[in-house]
């Protein structure tokens, strides 16, 4: 198949998997998972998270796609915009959560989560990051730069999962709320930090001690001796470095050089490490960006299967609590909820066939 087919065909059956509008799924969004594997768990979620993921990664592809498929990307696009107003934060509408909030619907289709107020999750900075990365540019990303810095993070405790390697920077935190510890996660990070360089916003203190935790978790190699620990929401060392060599890889920033040796170096073991589809696929665009061709990755007999059992990020039903008593079971596989998506994971195929065809 010529490489224009072939991406045409990619992106064709990703534009399949969205949302035409249903009673789990509102018009435009993909659908996605999460998952219990231990006890047989699964409920459909309308998170906007992978909605915003894919526009974002196919945004960044789009200058090496086909023009007949430009098109497509942008009605793609279109449709997962104008999901965003349902995500906004209530009482500050220049930040957005994971599930809906105009209405509220945490825990959508569930059961029995779903009736509990409680376990409604504060804005966070990492979809706030994704929605302003997707969205028309906005004057007021400066101010929300300034609120992911910690405008609702004031004297906050650090969540009892820091690691005290970490806990003499004041780098971004995940969540927003205004009484909750500041949890760090390298992966939310990178996620700001890309949002920074792109709208070449001021560097910051906060700045540069988030780029300092990066470090420190290639240096230290938590991101495989702990990755709960440096990454709580997705807990995954192919995702981890992913996440590191998007951002290293996409702009030509000073502050960012320190990061790109140790990046490779820990990326070239990972990649005789792999066996998992998916983390091997995700390491080894992680080496294309950065100018490296890996061995070949042979394409699964069933792309569906392969997809099936690999999970993006996660919740912990424990960590949420931010409880230093509990720090040991927040850690346990049994209390993660696990999300996929099956349209991101054409879309991160689709970035791995187009990045290996550059080299």
């Known amino acids: 198949m010529e490489l224009a087919a072939m991406y045409a065909s990619i992106v064709n059956t990703i534009e399949n998997c969205q949302s035409t509008g249903s009673k789990q799924y509102p018009?435009?969004?993909?659908?996605?998972?999460?998952?219990?594997?231990?006890?047989?768990?699964?409920?459909?979620?309308?998170?906007?998270?992978?909605?915003?993921?894919?526009?974002?990664?196919?945004?960044?592809?789009?200058?090496?796609?086909?023009?007949n498929v430009l098109p497509k990307i942008d009605s793609i696009t279109n449709k997962v915009i104008?999901?965003?107003?349902?995500?906004?934060?209530?009482?500050?509408?220049?930040?957005y959560n994971l599930w809906q909030r105009n209405p509220t619907a945490h825990f959508p289709n569930g059961r029995l989560l779903n009736k509990m107020s409680f376990l409604a999750l504060?804005?966070?900075?990492?979809?706030?990051?994704?929605i302003y990365l997707t969205s028309p540019v906005s004057e007021d990303i400066p101010a929300v730069k300034h609120k992911?810095?910690?405008?609702?993070?004031?004297?906050?405790?650090?969540?009892?999962?820091?690691?005290?390697?970490?806990s003499d920077l004041s780098a971004y935190p995940t969540f927003l709320g205004k009484k909750i510890k500041r949890e760090y996660d390298v992966c939310v990070?990178?996620?700001?930090?890309?949002?920074?360089?792109?709208?070449?916003?001021?560097?910051?203190?906060?700045?540069l001690d988030t780029i300092e935790f990066i470090r420190r978790v290639l240096e230290t190699q938590d991101y495989k001796e702990n990755p709960f620990r440096v990454s709580p929401n997705y807990n995954n060392r192919a995702v981890i470095l992913y996440h590191i060599a998007r951002l290293v890889a996409s702009f030509d920033q000073s502050e960012l050089e320190i990061l790109k040796e140790p990046l490779i170096h820990c990326l070239r073991q990972e990649v005789h490490r792999c066996s998992d589809f998916m983390?091997?696929?995700?390491?080894?665009?992680?080496?294309?960006?950065?100018?490296?061709?890996?061995?070949?990755?042979?394409?699964?007999?069933?792309?569906?299967?392969?997809?099936?059992n690999f999970y993006f990020f996660q919740a912990g039903?424990?960590?949420g609590l931010q409880k230093a008593s509990l720090n040991k079971l927040a850690?346990?596989?049994?209390?993660?909820?696990?999300?996929?998506?099956?349209?991101?994971y054409w879309t991160l195929w689709l970035e791995y066939k187009i990045r290996l065809k550059q080299h």
């Open 27 to 67: 018009s435009g969004l993909f659908p996605s998972q999460r998952v219990h594997p231990l006890i047989n768990y699964q409920r459909e979620d309308s998170n906007i998270f992978f909605s915003a993921l894919i526009v974002f990664t196919l945004q960044e592809l789009k200058s090496w796609l086909p023009a």
């Open 82 to 95: 104008s999901n965003y107003p349902n995500y906004q934060h209530y009482a500050d509408r220049s930040t």
């Open 122 to 130: 504060p804005a966070d900075s990492d979809d706030t990051s994704l």
């Open 148 to 166: 992911l810095e910690g405008h609702y993070q004031s004297g906050a405790p650090l969540s009892p999962l820091t690691l005290k390697i970490y």
């Open 189 to 207: 990070m990178c996620n700001i930090l890309y949002m920074v360089f792109r709208f070449k916003l001021k560097t910051s203190e906060v700045d």
């Open 279 to 308: 983390e091997s696929l995700l390491i080894r665009s992680s080496l294309l960006r950065l100018g490296i061709k890996p061995s070949p990755l042979p394409t699964p007999a069933n792309m569906r299967k392969a997809f099936h």
């Open 317 to 319: 039903m424990l960590s």
């Open 331 to 344: 850690g346990w596989r049994f209390f993660h909820l696990k999300y996929r998506c099956e349209a991101y």
